[in-house]
C-alpha cells in the first residue's frame, strides 16, 4: 500500500523558513521521480517542484512562484523526500503533499495514489 506522511509544517512569519518532511512507502522509492505540491484554501491543488528518481544525475523543477527560494531533495536511502523553503510569503499559505510520478516528454505527472494527511503551512504576521 503506496504511503506519503508529510510533517514539518507551522505558523512563520514572512521571510522565514520551514524544511517539510515526507516519508514514503509501499513502493521502490529510488526508482520513482517525486514531488511537492500544495493546496492554498479553497483553491486547486498545484505542483511547486518536482525531481529525478537519482537528483545526482536528473533533473529539478519548480513552479516558478518559489524558484529561487525552495529546494527540493530525497535521501534514497531513507525513502524519504525533503522541501527547503526560504523567504517565505503569504501566498506560500497551504496544505503541503508529496506524491510520486513520471515524465513524459519533458512534462511531470502524478501517479494516482491516494494523498497522505499533508502538512499545514501558515505563512503570517
Known amino acids: 500500500q503506496v504511503q506519503f506522511v508529510e510533517s514539518g509544517g507551522g505558523l512563520v512569519q514572512p521571510g522565514g523558513s520551514l524544511r517539510l518532511t515526507c516519508e514514503a512507502s509501499?513502493?521502490?522509492?529510488?526508482?520513482?521521480?517525486m514531488s511537492w505540491y500544495r493546496q492554498p484554501l479553497g483553491k486547486e491543488r498545484e505542483l511547486v517542484a518536482d525531481i529525478t528518481s537519482r537528483a545526482s544525475t536528473g533533473r529539478i523543477n519548480y513552479a516558478d512562484s518559489v524558484k529561487g527560494r525552495f529546494t527540493i531533495s530525497r535521501d534514497n536511502d531513507k525513502n524519504t523526500l525533503y522541501l527547503q523553503m526560504t523567504n517565505l510569503k503569504r501566498d506560500d499559505t497551504g496544505v503541503y503533499y508529496c506524491?510520486?510520478?513520471?515524465?513524459?516528454?519533458?512534462?511531470?505527472?502524478?501517479?494516482?495514489?491516494?494523498w497522505g494527511q499533508g502538512t499545514q503551512v501558515t505563512v503570517s504576521s
Open positions: 506524491a510520486r510520478g513520471y515524465y513524459v516528454n519533458g512534462g511531470y505527472y502524478r501517479l494516482e495514489d491516494d
Open positions: 509501499g513502493f521502490t522509492f529510488s526508482g520513482s521521480a
